[in-house]
């Protein structure tokens, strides 16, 4: 009973505080005044930020931002021995910081090693801090391009690529990510800029502790999407994430920017409604992942469940099953990656709800900004599955779906499970794959999926049992996780470009209604049966007959 009360808790803060924040990004985001230090920023980069673009110099603009953060994010790295605050790290080597760029500039922040005894200081603060601010700002400019699509009437403009990046960066991202910096850092979350140092034990030892700027990494973490945690142990460490308070708030935090979005949407489509019909299918579908992850956790199957009550293996127990589970669904559905305990002890299905969280495209309530494109996309589907049940041509806000904008769509559903399926039949059928495997047979198999499913869906969490520091799986999640972040945004780029010259067409009686019970139902079920039919031959091999066969 207790994590179903901490579940509405933290469900209802964030409900009551998605409203102004998504107002607020609607009003700051787009259109208006541009501050005085935004013009500086713009006169240095020389960009006219009063001229728009069209969806090819968009993608251009953002695919070549994101090569040179990578770039710049993989000499760092490789330097990080000659450079301030190494705390005595040497560089990485080329294959790890390599895989270690791509993996935050696109958002996954996948770690192939612990990080107290990787990176330094400056590694965290200028490198892996920025991608985050960054990576996370890529996704909301992708989301605000879709919406203009929509919204606009004629033209072929969806907006200025480096405005909105500038824009979700000082506006919105930062300024939450110092307002929950605080509020951690006042909950006993460590920020300092010391080194290691030992100290004296009860129990007469001696123990070696890392200090660092955790409370300021904490929110960039888990607001952006990021994941990536400062220690090995991530916000299963007490100097991450001391009590089951900082345990709500962090959940608090890494969905609170992608659910206020989905308001962010309504307002600027001018249909509030509509809003908040989209987030009721993005809590009708995390509802059902929280509900089928609490199942499976408080299940007692096996000796050493059935002795302590529970799967309280790898579990942290100032949160229990209850903040673990409620922990583990939010960063799966959140596109986060972050953890509080080991998502490898968790149950066979336990651990299929978090696959099946980031195989539903990360849509409940998914990225930042990633999460609403996604959405967008699944209610496109079905709309146009409701088009075709009542014999009208399918429309969304007033633009016709038709062949050429569907094929977009299909595109881009395709993407993920294409990857993901792929790369992990190579990995289970080559032996520079298995070698890396921790556990044979289904598990096994789980493991492997779960990492091209976390590396193609930017999501970036781990089951520990793969070895995934090894040139094979460096260079395959590399590819994964750079084609699976930027071939989608392409498709949703170009289907806001295509959408942006469409004249609106006049809704009538027979119009498909996107609001109430039936559109709610049509949408919810779309997003399930398109992650069933992709996936449910792949879980039924993993989790599904770990389970059975445990």
């Known amino acids: 009973m207790y994590g179903w009360l901490q579940a509405l808790f933290v469900l209802a803060l964030l409900v009551a505080l998605h409203v102004p924040v998504g107002d607020y990004m609607a009003r700051t985001l787009d259109g208006g005044r541009h501050l005085a230090i935004e013009r500086r920023l713009y006169r240095i980069c020389g960009v006219d930020p009063d001229r728009e673009q069209d969806w090819r110099h968009y993608v251009l603009a953002l695919l070549a931002f994101s090569v040179v953060s990578i770039a710049a994010l993989f000499a760092l790295l490789r330097l990080q021995g000659s450079l301030p605050w190494s705390l005595g790290h040497p560089g990485m080597p080329w294959e790890l910081a390599l895989h270690t760029a791509v993996s935050f500039t696109t958002n996954t922040s996948w ?34 391009a879709l919406i203009r699509g929509l919204v606009r009437r004629s033209g072929t403009e969806i907006g200025n690529f480096w405005v909105d990046l500038v824009r979700s960066v000082f506006r919105v991202l930062l300024p939450l990510a110092v307002v929950f910096g605080l509020l951690l850092i006042c909950m006993g979350v460590q920020q300092n800029l010391d080194g290691a140092h030992a100290v004296n034990t009860v129990a007469g030892g001696t123990q070696t502790l890392i200090g ?22 991530s916000s299963a460490h007490p100097f991450e994430n001391p009590s089951s308070l900082s345990n709500a708030l962090e959940i608090l935090i890494m969905l609170i920017v992608p659910t206020a979005f989905i308001r962010t949407f309504g307002r600027m489509a001018g249909n509030l409604r509509l809003g908040w019909t989209l987030l009721i299918v993005v809590g009708i579908l995390f509802g059902l992942l929280l509900a089928a992850g609490n199942l499976a956790q408080s299940a007692q199957t096996g000796t050493v469940a059935q002795a302590v009550g529970a799967q309280m293996e790898g579990t942290e127990t100032r949160f229990g099953i209850p903040g673990s589970t409620l922990f583990g669904v939010s960063a799966t559905a959140s596109a986060d990656g972050a953890l509080n305990s080991s998502y490898d002890s968790f149950s066979s299905l336990g651990g299929g709800v978090l696959l099946a969280a980031m195989m539903l495209g990360e849509i409940a309530p998914g990225g930042t900004g990633s999460g609403l494109y996604g959405l967008i996309m699944i209610v496109l589907i079905a709309v146009f599955l409701g088009g075709l049940m009542v014999g009208r041509t399918p429309e969304f806000m007033g633009k016709r779906i038709g062949f050429s904008e569907m094929r977009y769509v299909v595109l881009y559903s395709l993407v993920s499970p294409a990857l993901v399926l792929t790369f992990t039949g190579i990995a289970v059928g080559l032996p520079a794959g298995v070698s890396s495997m921790g556990n044979v047979g289904a598990h096994g198999l789980t493991e492997v999926l779960y990492a ?24 395959t999640m590399i ?25 609106p067409v006049a809704v009538t009686a027979g119009t498909l209604r996107t609001q109430g019970v039936s559109f709610v139902v049509l949408a919810t079920g779309g997003a399930l049966i398109v992650a069933l039919l992709n996936f449910l031959p792949a879980l039924s091999l993993g989790p599904l007959a770990d389970g059975l066969l445990g």
């Open 111 to 144: 770690q192939n090693y612990a990080g107290e005894s990787t990176t330094g200081h400056l590694a965290v603060m200028a490198g892996l801090g920025v991608q985050g601010f960054a990576s996370a700002a890529v996704g909301m400019c992708v989301g605000l």
């Open 212 to 233: 660092g700027p955790v409370g300021s990494w904490e929110p960039v973490k888990l607001m952006t999407g990021d994941g990536g945690g400062f220690f090995n142990t």
């Open 452 to 475: 091209f499913t976390s590396s193609v869906n930017s999501n970036g969490s781990a089951m520990a049992g793969l070895n995934g520091n090894t040139m094979f799986y460096n260079l």
């Open 479 to 503: 590819v994964a996780m750079f084609v699976g972040r930027y071939l989608p945004i392409v498709f949703v780029l170009a289907l806001a470009g295509r959408l942006v010259r469409q004249q």
